[in-house]
């Protein structure tokens, strides 16, 4: 009998796409198999996201859209997870009751056994449960790459961002050990991964659950130290937990690349403390002047929201101050919905709609404006990339290939004629000729391919699809007390200690 085949799709941040990982690796694990693309899946997963207000349209409208193809495919089951899950629970499957199985952020490894039971009892299965029950990264992943990771360090958070749902639904901040973080990191190096990125509501808070408040400095260094990995990224920081200790890890581990991106949200005081943010706008510019002093040629960017309840035009002026002065290399730039169930939603002075779009576009023009400003710096000087699969959409028509230079840039190149053609996960350096706004291309005369074992990876992962499929990983020990860590080469600037 053909194995049953699933399809998980993935909605909101990249926290849910690390918990997508888990849930194709816990079905794989289960015996599924991954749908073709194109194919309509035994089993779809919605991974959902909460933190948009259209977000609810969004899930009910695809479970709409689901009902009719469930109708005509017999045996078709549909689960709902995610932030939306956590926060619906049965509303979803009283609205929608094609819906077999809603299930949490806190119990994602339980998926399989409640589409068994949905399955055996022909009966709706709704399990959300209040605390995370296994470590999200303790759970087989199927990973999307094979050249490089999320490592999940930290899930939930002890914030309370006047906006934000994530609390709410995903908990106080659970720490992995750093040991666990280690292990991790050396099994993905071993099957080829060349970059990590490490993954946290608040990574700048983690060992808060153990005690160490210089935990993630020391996790970058001694992450950044495992042989064979070039390229160590981290998100999201958050700029009340920013010590200098991180840093002074950042610029002296060569590892850790230079690139921040650090949630700004609003530039006036005044909302910030609305928002309560617990950090102003001279503790943020401060931050990013000695991210600067450290690493000259760091690429900062952050996330803004504009038309926060109470914002008035002198507030939304020293947003574009601080998007001046930290010249951002791009911003994920929001305009303020109400999220019901968030402080804010209730708060006085909501601000106009058509005001609010107004501001976002001179915002967004302002933003595009400094970062190709930022970015014309680049043309006539060599970055080493890192060779990308799918991140050029007009590749096919320019001929150009893409990937990520050190400090996160989105750059297309070409390959010349004649030369080697590298493969995703490969390394090459080449020359910028000219700079858009939110891209390079190189089509400059340097040119140097470097073949990696990402590379090798890659092309196990893509030739012999099956069995070389990157990354159904085995469980990892749990959460708790910290392992200890090997001390690397980090004692002097952890001087702190
Ligand atoms: S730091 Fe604030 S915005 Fe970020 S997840 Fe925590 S509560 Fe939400």
Not at 172 to 201: H, K, S, Y
Not at 386 to 405: F, M, N, Q
């Amino acid at each position: 009998m053909n194995a049953r085949t699933y399809e998980v799709r993935t909605y909101g941040c990249q926290m849910n796409v690390h918990d997508s990982e888990r849930l194709s690796g816990l079905l794989e694990d289960a015996g599924y198999t991954r749908a073709g693309d194109g194919a309509t899946a035994d089993v779809v997963v919605l991974n959902t996201c909460a933190v948009r207000e259209n977000a609810d349209n969004k899930l009910y409208g695809n479970l709409g859209h689901l009902a009719s193809v469930k109708a005509g495919r017999n045996g078709m089951q549909i689960a709902v997870g995610g932030c939306l899950a956590q926060k619906d629970r049965s509303e979803i499957t009283r609205r929608a009751p094609w819906v077999d199985v809603v299930f949490g952020t806190h119990n994602v490894g339980s998926l399989p056994a409640l589409l068994d039971r949905a399955r055996v009892e022909q009966e709706a299965q709704v399990e959300i449960v209040e605390a995370l029950e296994t470590f999200p990264s303790d759970l087989p992943s199927r990973r999307e790459s094979p050249y490089a990771a999320w490592v999940a360090i930290s899930v939930g958070c002890n914030n309370t961002c006047t906006f934000c749902i994530v609390p709410a639904l995903r908990g106080r901040e659970r720490d992995r050990r750093p040991g666990d973080v280690l292990a991790e990191v050396q099994a993905l190096v071993a099957e080829g991964v060349i970059e990590v990125t490490l993954l946290g509501q608040n990574v700048n808070a983690y060992g808060v659950e153990f005690g160490d408040r210089y935990a993630f400095g020391k996790l970058l260094r001694t992450v950044g130290a495992v042989d064979g990995l070039e390229r160590v990224r981290f998100t999201s920081p958050h700029p009340r937990d920013f010590t200098d200790d991180v840093i002074t890890a950042m610029a002296e581990t060569p590892a850790v690349m230079p690139q921040l991106h650090m949630p700004l949200q609003s530039g006036s005081d005044r909302v910030l403390r609305a928002m309560r943010r617990s950090y102003r706008q001279e503790r943020y510019l401060g931050i990013v002047s000695k991210v600067r002093e450290a690493m000259p040629h760091a690429a900062i960017t952050t996330d803004i929201i504009v038309g926060f309840p109470g914002e008035t035009e002198a507030d939304f002026e020293e947003t574009l101050h601080v998007v001046r002065e930290a010249r951002f290399a791009s911003a994920f730039t929001f305009q303020y919905s109400k999220r019901p169930g968030t402080p804010a939603a209730t708060m006085d002075d909501q601000v106009p709609p058509d005001v609010v779009r107004e501001r976002y576009q001179r915002l967004a023009s302002l933003v595009e404006e400094v970062a190709w400003n930022e970015s014309r710096a680049f043309v006539g000087r060599d970055v080493e990339v890192l060779v990308a699969d799918g991140e050029g959409r007009k590749d096919g028509a320019t001929h150009r290939l893409s990937g990520r230079a050190r400090d996160n840039r989105l750059v297309h190149f070409s390959v010349p004629p004649g030369a080697e053609r590298p493969r995703p996960g490969d390394m090459v350096t080449v020359q910028v000729s000219y700079a858009a706004p939110h891209h390079l291309v190189a089509d400059g005369p340097t040119w140097a391919l470097r073949r990696t074992r990402a590379g090798d990876a890659y092309e196990r992962a893509t030739t012999a699809p099956a069995a070389a499929a990157p990354g159904v990983l085995l469980g990892m020990p749990t959460v708790g007390a910290s392992a200890p860590l090997p001390v690397a080469d980090a004692a002097p600037a952890c001087g702190h200690a």
